[in-house]
Structures are given as C-alpha cells and as structure tokens.
C-alpha cells in the first residue's frame, strides 16, 4: 500500500513539473516587438526571429519613443523597434543567437541593443556590404559589449 501511494505521489509530481516546465520553456521563446506600422527592416527583423524559432507577436505603435523609455532603453543605444522576450529588453537589429545566448546565459541585465540600424544586421541585410557592431548589454547607464559582428 505505501509503494503505491509513493508511486502514485511520484507520478503527480513528475506530471506537475511537466506542467510547470512547459509554459516557461515556451515563454523563453516568445517576443512582443514593439514597430511603426510603416517600417520595412522591423519585420525582416522579425522574420530572422521566426526563422530562428522565436514565436513573434508585432504590436504597430505610433509613438515608439515612450514605449522605449518606458523599458528604460539608454538614448544612445536607440533603434527602430524594441522587443520583449522574458524579462529583457531586445532595442534594434540584435541577431537571434545572441537573443538565445542571453536567455541561455541569464545575465543580470536590462537587455540587448544595437543601436541605429547597422547594413548587414539581421533585418538590415545589403548584397556587398556589411558594416561591423557591436551588440551592447545595458543596464541603467551601464552599458558593455556583449558581442561583436563583422
């Protein structure tokens, strides 16, 4: 009788983690980017994230620059479109693996930028020319680079 509630207690537990470890999984893959309707290179930037696997919700706002300053993006590392994805902020062209490097790596950061709109990043991409950025990490008025492209 005690093996069987055990078995069955192991069983309800496994069943909730199950349940518990789904949603967050899921939600780690998940970005709300905020755009201007009118803007081209916000959505290639969102189709490099779909094709990379993120799940992609575009909310088209008219006034961008509240929407960064509300998720606290420095004003030197502004770009056109500021995304969500967990509890990081994702400001301009960041490539998807380094997106999935920062949730993979949970660092205490604010989020990611590129700031202005660099040829060659994802979603800005120009047959024969590719400009070198940096990804920066920001938190506050701390700002570092987290990775570099060429």
Known sequence: MIDRRKMLLQSIGVIGMVTLTGPIAFANDAIIVYKSPTCGC??????HLQAAGFSVRARN???MTSIKTRHGVPVSMRSCHTAIVGEYVIEGH???????????????VAGLAVP???AGS?????TGHQDQYTV??????RVEAFAQHN
């Not at 916000?42 to 189709?47: L, M, R």
């Open 136 to 141: 920066w990490s920001f938190s506050g008025d």
């Open 116 to 118: 202005g709109m660099p």
């Open 42 to 47: 916000c959505n290639a930037w969102i189709d």
């Open 61 to 63: 706002v008219a006034d």
């Open 122 to 126: 994802p979603g800005m991409e120009m």
């Open 94 to 108: 960041v490539p998807a693996d380094d997106i999935r490097r920062l949730l993979d790596e949970g660092q205490q």
